[in-house]
């Protein structure tokens, strides 16, 4: 796609005011009147932008969606999400007769765990939801920091209920993943409205380089409380098994190194510290160093299944200290684009 720069004189009106005048083309579609305002934003690059919207309520969306495009409850389950993160502000969910009960689960199942809509109307085939969430609400470093805070927790709790033989530990830490979603699906949601709407992001006090920042550390975040599940899943399938103590806790110390990683990017994020992050980055050596001494040569009553499962946990150890020097790279970039 290509876009043509349109080229404006600035005129003297008056003794102090000046003035340009508006693509005719750009008013007929916003079909703006005379008299009518406008709004002028002036952005931190030195552009202008000029917007027919003032306020956000222009920029609601909705989505219809109609059950009988999709064959099984867990694909419309994945429409909704996608609409949530698109920034649908109304979903509307039709069917040409009475929903089937395992897609009205669904929908219900999709308010309880997404943040904001819920549902306004319903019928037997017919069921609308909006979005009562003020984003000034939930801002996102106050979603981030959440998000460090479930994900230490649950890492923490995995590793325990190894170590402890806990099987309820386990299955507590899976459980909480979804809290964890839920959070990644809203900051998802509020780039992607932001990206669209300027005046939101003034009164959020952010940029669109901000946004894409809590986007990309959310990501990175979603990612290492799934290997956080991972260990509690493995951890449940081992619980029951002998396993030698020396590999236990030779694994428990490899996870305090990694929770380390995972809390100076926090660290390194909050305070702005590009050098707290950069000695972050250099510190993955050391838990990669103690992720390769776990040897199971005296694990000699280890069959495959728990060879197998030990070797996962380690591997999600591993990557949740590289994730987390993804987010200390992902820190000393936004720190220089501020600079």
């Known amino acids: 796609m290509s876009y043509n720069v349109e080229t404006r004189k600035v005129q003297k009106t008056g003794g102090s005011s000046y003035i340009i005048s508006l693509p005719k083309p750009w008013i007929i579609k916003h079909g703006i009147e005379k008299n009518d305002s406008i709004g002028i934003i002036s952005q931190p690059d030195g552009n202008l932008l000029i917007t027919p919207n003032i306020n956000s309520e222009s ?3 909705t989505k219809e969606i109609l059950v009988e495009d999709y064959k099984d409850p867990e694909f419309l389950f ?8 698109m920034g ?3 979903i509307i969910v039709k069917s040409s007769r009475r929903f089937d009960s395992s897609f009205h689960d669904t929908i219900i199942n999709f308010t309880k765990i997404a943040i904001g809509p819920e549902i306004i109307e ?3 085939n017919l069921v609308i939801m909006k979005d009562l969430l003020n984003p000034k609400e939930m801002p996102f470093e106050k979603t981030i920091r959440r998000m460090y805070i479930l994900i230490e927790r649950m890492h923490d709790d995995a590793i325990n209920s190894l170590i402890k033989r806990n099987k309820e530990l386990a299955e507590d830490v899976i459980k909480r993943d979804n809290d964890v979603d839920r959070l990644h699906w809203l900051i998802s949601r509020q780039s992607n409205i932001i990206l669209r709407d300027i005046i939101l992001a003034q009164k959020l006090g952010i940029t669109l380089e901000d946004a894409n920042h809590f986007q990309a550390m959310s990501r990175f975040l979603e990612r290492i409380a799934d290997h956080a599940e991972k260990i509690a899943r493995n951890a449940l399938k081992i619980i029951e098994k002998e396993i030698d103590e020396e590999i236990i806790d030779k694994i428990s110390h490899a996870s305090k190194i990694s929770l380390e990683l995972f809390s100076r990017s926090l660290d390194a994020w909050l305070q702005k510290d590009m050098f707290i992050a950069n000695e972050n980055i250099k510190s993955i050596n050391k838990l990669i160093e103690a992720c390769e001494n776990i040897s199971f040569k005296n694990g000699t009553n280890l069959d495959f299944d728990a060879f197998i499962a030990l070797s996962y946990i380690i591997e999600s150890i591993r990557r949740t200290g590289e994730y987390s020097t993804d987010i200390s790279e992902l820190t000393i970039n936004s720190i220089i684009n501020r600079e």
């Open 59 to 61: 920029n609601l969306k």
């Open 78 to 85: 994945r429409i909704l999400i996608g609409a949530y993160i």
């Open 88 to 90: 649908y502000s109304k």
């Open 122 to 124: 319903e019928s037997n």
